[in-house]
C-alpha cells in the first residue's frame, strides 16, 4: 500500500504536454495485436486522452513514413526478400527509444516460422524472421493474440519509465525487467522451449498455466506433467512465457494489488 501512495498520479501531475509518442508499425502480422490494442476499449481511449499520442500506425493514422517514437509496437515478422520491410524494421529501431515486439509473430516468427514460398504472386518471399533477428529489441510481448491487459500494462509503464518520477521509474523498471528478459532470451518459441528449460529441468509444478495460455490447445497436462502436441504447436512461445517457472518477478508479484490499484488508477 506504501507503494501505491508513492506511485498514485493525479491528472494534473501528468499534464498533456508530457505524453510520450507511441506508434504501431506493421509487418507480416495479421492486424489481430492491434485488435488486442483496441479491446482496452475506453482504456485505449483513457491511454490517448492522458499518457500518450499515437503518432504512427497505418491502419488509424494517416502518417506516410515512420516517425521519431518513444514507443515503437511491432507487429508481424519481417519477410527478408522484401526490401522494405526490411527497411522499415531498420528504420524503426533507429527512429525509436524503446521498441517492443507486439505479439508471437514479432517475437519468435510464430505461424510464419512456416512459410516455404511458392505462392502466386510472389512465390520469392520464403523466409520469414521475427524482429529480434534483424534489430535489437528492448521488450517482448509474447502471445497470439497477445492480451489487451498485458499491451496496456506496458504502455502504461513506459511512461511512467520516461516521464514518472524516481519511484515511478524504479516500478516500471520492475514490471519490464521479465519482458526484457525474454527480449535478450531469444527469437524462438515452442513448446520445446518449455520442454528443455523447464520440464527437463525439472522446475515444473503441473501448475497447467502452460496449457490455459495455448492458443490452439497443444498442450494435455498427463499425470502431472504437460505433453505437447508438436503438429499443432504454432510456435507462439505463449506457454514459455506465461509459465511461473520461466521467469517469476520477486520484485513485482509481491506488489501485485498495489500495481493493479496503481493501474485502476492510471486509467479512471
Ligand atoms: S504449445 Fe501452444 S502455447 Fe506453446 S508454443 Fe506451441 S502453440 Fe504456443
Ligand atoms: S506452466 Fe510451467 S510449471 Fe505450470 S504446468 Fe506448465 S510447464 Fe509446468
Known amino acids: 500500500m506504501e507503494l501505491l501512495k508513492k506511485m498514485k498520479t493525479t491528472k494534473e501531475a501528468k499534464p498533456v504536454a508530457n505524453k510520450i509518442k507511441i506508434g504501431h508499425v506493421h509487418l507480416s502480422g495479421c492486424t489481430g495485436d492491434l485488435v488486442s490494442i483496441a479491446d482496452n476499449y ?3 481511449i483513457k491511454i490517448l486522452d492522458d499518457y500518450a499520442d499515437l503518432v504512427y500506425g497505418l491502419t488509424l493514422v494517416d502518417v506516410r513514413h515512420i516517425p521519431e517514437m518513444d514507443v515503437a509496437l511491432v507487429e508481424g515478422s519481417v519477410c527478408i526478400e522484401d526490401r522494405e520491410s526490411v527497411e522499415e524494421i531498420r528504420e524503426t529501431r533507429k527512429k525509436s527509444k ?3 515486439a507486439l505479439g508471437s509473430c514479432a517475437c519468435y516468427g510464430n505461424i510464419t516460422r512456416f512459410c516455404r514460398g511458392g505462392q502466386h504472386n510472389q512465390p520469392q518471399h520464403e523466409s520469414f524472421l521475427p524482429i529480434g533477428d534483424l534489430i535489437d529489441v528492448d521488450v517482448y510481448i509474447p502471445g497470439c493474440p497477445p492480451s489487451p491487459e498485458l499491451i496496456r500494462n506496458v504502455t502504461i509503464m513506459a511512461y511512467l519509465l520516461l516521464q514518472g518520477n524516481e519511484d515511478q521509474k524504479v516500478l516500471a523498471d520492475k514490471y519490464l525487467k521479465p519482458l526484457m528478459a525474454l527480449a535478450k532470451r531469444g527469437t524462438t518459441g515452442s513448446f520445446g522451449d518449455l520442454m528443455y528449460d523447464v520440464i527437463n529441468q525439472g ?9 490455459a495460455s495455448c492458443p490452439v490447445r497443444a498442450i494435455t497436462l498427463e499425470f502431472g506433467k504437460p505433453q505437447g502436441q508438436r503438429d499443432l504447436c504454432i510456435k507462439c512461445g505463449s506457454c514459455y512465457g506465461a509459465c511461473p517457472r520461466s521467469f517469476f518477478n520477486f520484485d ?3 506488489e501485485f494489488e498495489a500495481i493493479s490499484e496503481l493501474i485502476a488508477d492510471v486509467l479512471k
Request: aromatic share 6%; hydrophobic share 65%; with cysteine.
Open 42 to 44: 475506453l482504456g485505449f
Open 98 to 100: 524503446m521498441v517492443v
Open 203 to 211: 522446475l515444473c509444478i503441473a501448475c497447467g498455466i502452460c496449457a
Open 252 to 254: 513485482v508479484i509481491p
